[in-house]
């Protein structure tokens, strides 16, 4: 009968081996974010499903710089319809690739924090491709609440060379005509 360390070192090599079968090839950022043209507001245009975003309409998030240094990020979405209730969450992004200032983590409840790479961003900063290196996230970020169909499928285009399926994409509705929540 195998000895308890032997039987504990096969455990923790089987657990090496599922976590090296799930590993993703490196995810490529942008080369670098100008964090004053990237405050501001952004619209949700698609995002890939979320439990924390269930029922989430009208999304939207806002960017400002904290005197500490780091991000206030407020975002905002009505449940259901453009009409529904407004949740709104508070959070803070802290830059980790000061570099770049393309890799960010993010929290809404510390001490938990998220990955939130910019991996796509407009050299007008009017759209943004957001993910993070699992692939279990990504948002399409737009400075207006529709996005143009053309600009749209060229952003889908680049999704499966960063390993995102554009099929799991749900895009979001957005009110034309009047803010995306008060």
């Known amino acids: 009968m195998p000895s308890f360390s032997r039987r504990l070192g096969a455990v923790i090599a089987l657990l090496l081996l599922a976590a090296c079968g799930s590993h ?50 407020l975002n905002r979405c009505r449940v259901d319809t453009p009409d529904g209730e407004l949740r709104v969450a ?27 790479w910019v991996l796509a961003l407009d050299e007008n900063y009017q759209w943004a491709l957001v993910g993070e290196p699992s692939r279990e996230y990504l948002w399409i970020l737009s400075r207006t609440r529709q996005m143009d169909a053309g600009r749209f499928d060229a952003i889908l285009g680049r999704l499966p060379a960063l390993g995102y399926d554009p099929e799991n994409l749900l895009v979001t509705p957005q009110p034309e005509g009047r803010q995306a929540s008060p």
């Open 90 to 116: 508070e959070g803070r992004a802290k830059i980790i690739d000061e570099q770049s200032n393309a890799k960010l983590k993010v929290t809404f409840f510390w001490p938990f924090y998220g990955d939130y």
């Open 24 to 73: 993703h090839p490196p995810l490529p950022t942008v080369d670098h974010v100008d964090l004053d043209r990237y405050l501001g507001t952004w619209y949700e245009i698609a995002r890939y499903p979320a439990p924390f975003q269930e029922g989430c309409v009208a999304t939207s998030a806002t960017y400002s710089l904290r005197e500490d240094g780091d991000i206030r990020v």
